[in-house]
């Protein structure tokens, strides 16, 4: 006869964790539990009031940020309406050309790069991503959806959230077309609405450098990750030897950081605002002041999937780094003018602690 319970031992923590990711909102300001009405979350400890946009709630608090939220709000219902009518290609392409004003080719290349996205990081979760595969798995900054598409893939189910509602809502129906039930919020990095130790997997890639409070958004992951969770993050570096890659303009980082503002105004006619490149040493510092978890660093030669998307002249400097990246003068060279760098570790145990 058939056994109809099993012990966790048995199934193991790991799978355990997978079909029930036990994951709970809580109130991004006071961290109370919260109350769901059919249109929005409420907080009955702070008369917090989050209403749900796209059937995601809005969990995003007063903090500086690069977007302006009534309008994302309507955006990312319009984007809704875009995939219904005319699919997920065409709803990617409108974030560029609306949102962005990207002329018509840039917007096509862009649409791409998202696309091929997935499959980037389908191959990342084989390499330096393995260890951010312990459910629940939460990523800061969920963007179009490509790492999240990438582990429904693999059977998980993706949380996580966005500071735009509009990609969240791109992200969305990208996962929902791996037949995963993705659980989204908008929210900031810098008042994440989850518990304390909640996560045993936070990852965030191509964030940190965008964020308001980069402090704040440190001491965030710290507290939510659980105790022998890891972290993974990706970031340019400020003193890279290549153009500031949001910008295109050379030796941006090298600047003090009252000139940056100007240098990238005068040079590409656009605002350097919500872009604050760290150096290694300065990431350090702040991961000394701010949580006190302790970051390893590793500088990453460019994946070949990724120079087949750079247009020629990109494609050849980065084949020619890959080659640089290969020599043992570069990686002790590498924080003086590697392109980006991969950030990784894991919360102390408290019972290996204590032992
Ligand atoms: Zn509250």
């Not at 312990?134 to 998980?156: C, D, S, T, W």
């Not at 509602?165 to 791996?178: D, N, T």
């Not at 998307?309 to 084949?319: Q, S, V």
Request: glycine letters at 8%; aromatic letters at 10%.
């Amino acid at each position: 006869m058939e056994r109809v319970s099993r012990t966790v031992s048995e199934i193991g923590s790991e799978h355990l964790d997978k079909t029930s990711p036990n994951l709970n909102w809580v109130c991004p300001r006071c961290r109370a539990v919260l109350v769901k009405a059919p249109e929005s979350y409420l907080c009955e400890a702070c008369a917090g009031n989050y209403p749900i946009v796209a059937e995601m709630p809005d969990f995003r608090i007063d903090q500086p940020a690069w977007i302006d939220f009534g309008r994302d709000r309507d955006r990312a219902c319009a984007i809704d309406e875009i995939v219904r009518r005319e699919g997920l290609e065409a709803a990617i392409f409108d974030v560029f050309k609306t949102s962005r004003r990207f002329a018509e080719a840039k917007c096509r290349f862009r649409t791409r790069q998202v696309q091929a996205g997935a499959d980037k990081y389908t191959l990342q979760l084989g390499g330096w991503l393995a260890d951010i595969q312990a459910e629940p798995v939460f990523e800061v900054g969920i963007g179009p959806g490509q790492l999240a598409v990438a582990l429904a893939r693999r059977g998980y189910v993706p949380h996580g959230i966005d500071v735009s509602m509009e990609w969240l809502a791109v992200a969305k129906h990208w996962v929902r077309e791996q037949g995963v039930e993705p659980v989204f919020a908008g929210a900031m990095a810098e008042g994440l609405p989850l518990p304390d130790a909640s996560v045993r997997s936070y990852v965030s890639l191509d964030v940190i450098e965008h964020v308001g409070d980069q402090g704040r958004y440190l001491a965030e992951m710290a507290r939510i990750l659980k105790p022998g969770g890891h972290f993974a993050l990706v970031t340019p570096n400020r003193y890279s030897l290549s153009p500031e890659p949001h910008v295109g303009v050379w030796g941006v980082g090298y600047l003090p950081r009252s000139l940056q503002g100007r240098w990238v105004q005068m040079r590409a006619g656009v605002s350097y605002d919500f872009n604050r490149l760290l150096g290694v040493r300065e990431l350090r510092q702040l991961f000394r002041d701010n949580g006190a978890l302790v970051p390893q660093i590793d500088f990453p030669a460019i994946a070949e999937a990724e120079i087949l998307l750079f247009p020629p002249g990109k494609a050849r400097f980065a084949r020619l780094y890959n080659r640089i990246a290969r020599t043992s003068l570069f990686r002790l060279l590498a924080p003086l003018g590697g392109a980006y760098y991969r950030v990784t570790g894991r919360k102390p145990d408290e019972l290996a602690a204590a032992e």
